[in-house]
């Protein structure tokens, strides 16, 4: 490791970059550029107090081993490390988000008569299902990750304006698949798998966006007819 102040403006043919654009560079957070260079891994040298500098060569040394004919292997492994906990923290944002989506669309739906935009809020929570579904099973590939089984959900109903006894405009056999498949998704959400949440939040999407379709079909014609 080099800590020798030098002048950025004398790396013609190999351009001196900062930490930050070290780290873009090598797809790692600029705290592993560091760590490398505090180990030794790394080449750099200080421009100013805190700033420091590396050339755009170490690059290819870190990556290809260029000068040293191997690659540390603790660069990879660090930048695997690296990788892996950017690939956790965007799951669990992700399934965050997801998680805030589906509440979002349901609380929409809980309280609302059945109106113009009934078919709409439908395909709101079909979507919202989709998202969920497709966040869970991302989460699924974290072994560290474990579905919590939520107690009291069988026979559940996802809001008021969609409960078997209300008013419900539509195909009935449509709406018997969409109760079928709520009925499943309560019973996996008691359960353990999170495998079978994100299933049956997989198909309810699918039966949703099938009633929205056969709501508004159902409205299309009858919109005809009065004409």
């Known amino acids: ?9 004398t790396g013609e043919g190999d351009p001196w970059l900062t930490v930050a654009e070290f780290a873009e560079a090598m797809r790692v957070r600029p705290v592993t550029v560091r760590s490398w260079i505090t180990k030794g ?18 690059i290819d040394r870190m990556l290809y081993g260029e000068r040293s004919g191997t690659p540390p292997p603790a660069v990879y492994e660090e930048m695997a490390a690296d990788a892996a906990a950017r690939e956790q923290a965007r799951a669990e944002l992700d399934h965050s988000v997801a998680d805030y989506e589906w509440e979002i669309a349901l609380e929409q739906s809980r309280m609302a008569p059945p109106d113009a935009r009934f078919a709409s809020r439908i395909r709101q929570i079909a979507q919202a299902a989709a998202w969920r579904a497709a966040s869970i099973k991302q989460r699924t590939e974290d072994p560290s990750f474990a579905w919590e089984p939520a107690t009291g959900s069988g026979g ?22 969409f109760d079928r498949v ?10 353990p ?11 309810l999407a699918g039966a949703m966006r099938d009633l929205a379709d056969g709501i508004e079909n159902r409205s299309l014609r009858g919109s005809e007819s009065a004409n």
């Open 1 to 9: 490791m080099t800590s020798r102040p030098t002048d950025i403006n």
């Open 41 to 58: 891994q790394l080449t750099a040298t200080r421009s100013g107090k805190r700033k420091w500098l590396v050339r755009s060569s170490e």
């Open 156 to 177: 559940m109903t996802l809001s008021y304006e969609l409960r078997p006894d209300g008013n419900r405009p539509g195909p009935k056999d449509a709406w018997d698949r």
């Open 182 to 191: 709520v009925a499943q998704l309560g019973t996996a959400m008691e359960g």
């Open 193 to 203: 798998s999170a495998t079978a949440v994100a299933g049956a939040l997989a198909d």
